[in-house]
């Protein structure tokens, strides 16, 4: 075989591989969500996967949003600058917070946080038999494990993205008003009566799929774990790379349904 | 009853299974012996159905074990792992009580953490485990824990995947009695894998030896050590020289 068959070869397998991939998760994806309505619902299991998922998540949500608010503000005003618009600087930071960062940043600290947890986390029960030994219990790993963290997912992201928002907006009026010199009754006027619904609710939605990404992806790659140290620290790896990339990809698919024309 | 017909296994091109038969007999106790790499830890997951044979059949009481919904098949079942597999973010006496906590039949937690305690009693550990993490426990202890596990809501069936490797000699017998009372006084049916000749003399009614991915033999506990087969004679008296090579 000619080295141009081989790479095509090549290619070609990886295509392939990709696409057997997409198939698994979105059964997975499918199975996951029919899992959430049916019995039976394993309360302690859901409680702690709201506190890890929502309630720890919390620090590295509000200092993300807090230091791009600032930073956007300042950046607007310099880039305002060159064309006199320096006043805008209010209602970019909340639309630019709002309509992309807040979400995107939110869903890509998840991805980091609480992707790289589940997946390490599920994949060494699976490398040491604890989900043989849950199924041998009469216990669907599926319910115990993955239905009460993409419930988290899908509950508790678009509230931790809802945070960013305001903290970020929060971010931009410090700087605006401190460094900047802003009124403070004016940042925030300008603030309320730009931002519409439809920003809100595209950012919400987008929370939600994030989060619903990111935890999905904690779960699948975790419980197919290949054997031993390696077999866990590769799952981490590729479900935070799959989250990161899936939830970009989900963020641009969004943004078209939310605001093209 | 549990019946295993011709069960075949491979692990990429690597067979481990290469027609497995064997039958246990209601509330009698089968020990499996044979060497590492066997194929023995995987024998018992293709009954419990955590590894799908290849080919062949496998009934319990009859009916043909098989994929799908195997909650309430399970429910009759009792494992200890071979690693011990607990729940490491549980403490002791959750991971005993696990199945006691949940499902229909599910007990209030106290009652629950009760029996647990009572369990972990005849394993030989006290109450004073019972709120550790299994991280907190010793090898042997992780494994005891197990094992209260497996018994905890009186399964039928129970299968111990070598349940006294790395304890003290004194617990070893204490586990072996436990393993033979469970079967004389609770009438369930036990598969153990050990490789503890001592073990098997103390808990087998029936010994089945696994070599080369079949059961190249299988015979009453009495038969064992009058047994011609070469094999067998090799295995029990952990000879290097014989047809068992030492490299594997
Ligand atoms: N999930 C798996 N994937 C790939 N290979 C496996 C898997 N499980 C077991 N094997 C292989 O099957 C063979 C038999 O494994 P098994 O654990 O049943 O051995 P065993 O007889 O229990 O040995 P030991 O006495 O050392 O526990 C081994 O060679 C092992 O590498
Ligand atoms: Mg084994």
């Not at chain 1, 696409?19 to 029919?34: D, K, T, W, Y």
């Not at chain 1, 790659?221 to 990809?249: D, E, H, N």
């Not at chain 2, 038969?21 to 209601?26: A, F, P």
């Not at chain 2, 299968?159 to 304890?167: A, S």
Request: net charge neutral.
């Amino acid at each position: 075989m000619g080295a141009v068959e081989s790479l095509l070869a090549g290619f070609g397998a990886r295509v392939i591989a990709t696409l057997a991939a997409i198939g698994r998760i979105s059964i997975f994806a499918v199975r996951a969500l029919l899992q959430l309505i049916t019995p039976p619902f394993y309360g302690r299991e859901i409680f702690n996967a709201f506190l890890s998922v929502g309630y720890y998540s919390l620090p590295v949500v509000g200092l993300t949003a807090l230091f791009t608010g600032g930073a956007l503000a300042l950046q607007i005003y310099s880039g305002g600058a060159r064309f006199n618009a320096e006043a805008v600087v209010p209602q970019i930071v909340a639309i630019g917070m709002v309509r992309e960062l807040g979400p995107v940043l939110v869903g890509l600290m998840i991805a980091a946080r609480v992707t790289s947890s589940i997946a390490a986390e599920i994949a060494t029960m699976k490398v040491t038999e604890q989900i043989d030994a849950l199924v041998t219990l009469s216990t669907k790993p599926m319910a115990y494990l993955v239905a009460p963290r993409v419930l988290a997912g899908l509950v508790m992201v678009p509230l931790l993205v809802g945070i960013g928002d305001i903290i970020g907006i929060m971010g931009g009026y410090l700087v605006g008003t401190g460094r900047l010199g802003f009124s403070e009754t004016a940042y925030l006027s300008n603030t309320v009566d730009f931002l519409e619904m439809r920003d809100i609710v595209s950012s919400l939605a987008k929370g939600c799929a994030f989060g619903f990404i990111a935890t999905l992806m904690g779960c699948y790659y975790g419980m197919g774990a290949g054997r031993g140290a390696q077999g866990v620290g590769r799952a981490t790896k590729t479900s935070v790379v799959a989250a990161a990339v899936l939830i970009l990809a989900a963020n641009y698919v969004l943004t078209e349904a939310f605001f093209s024309a | 009853m549990i019946r295993l017909e011709d069960v075949h296994k491979s692990f990429g091109k690597k067979p481990v299974l290469r027609g497995v038969s064997l039958t246990v007999e209601k509330g009698s106790s089968t020990v499996i012996i044979g060497g590492s790499g066997t194929g023995k830890s995987v024998t018992l997951k293709c009954v419990l159905g955590l590894i799908q044979p290849d080919s062949g059949r496998i009934f319990v009481d009859g009916a043909q074990a098989k994929g799908g919904d195997r909650t309430e098949f399970l429910s009759r079942f009792g494992m200890l792992f071979q690693g011990a597999a607990l729940f490491d973010s549980l403490p002791v006496w959750q991971n005993v009580a696990f199945r006691l906590l949940r499902g229909p039949d599910a007990l209030p937690r106290p009652q629950a953490r009760d029996k647990a305690i009572e369990k972990l009693a005849r394993v030989g550990l006290g109450p004073e485990v019972a709120d550790l993490f299994p991280a907190e426990l010793s090898g042997g202890m992780q494994k005891r824990v197990g094992l209260a596990r497996a018994i905890a809501a009186d399964p039928e069936i129970i299968f111990f995947d070598e349940p006294t490797t790395g304890l003290d000699p004194i617990m070893a017998g204490v586990i072996n009695d436990l393993i033979r009372e469970i079967v004389t006084e609770m009438g369930a049916t036990t598969m153990t894998i050990t490789h503890d000749m001592s073990s098997v003399r103390a808990i087998a009614d029936r010994v089945a030896m696994l070599h080369d991915g079949i059961i190249r033999w299988e015979g009453d506990i009495r038969e064992m050590d009058t047994t011609s087969d070469a094999y067998v004679q090799q295995f029990i008296h952990g000879r290097a020289e014989g047809p068992i090579a030492a490299v594997r």
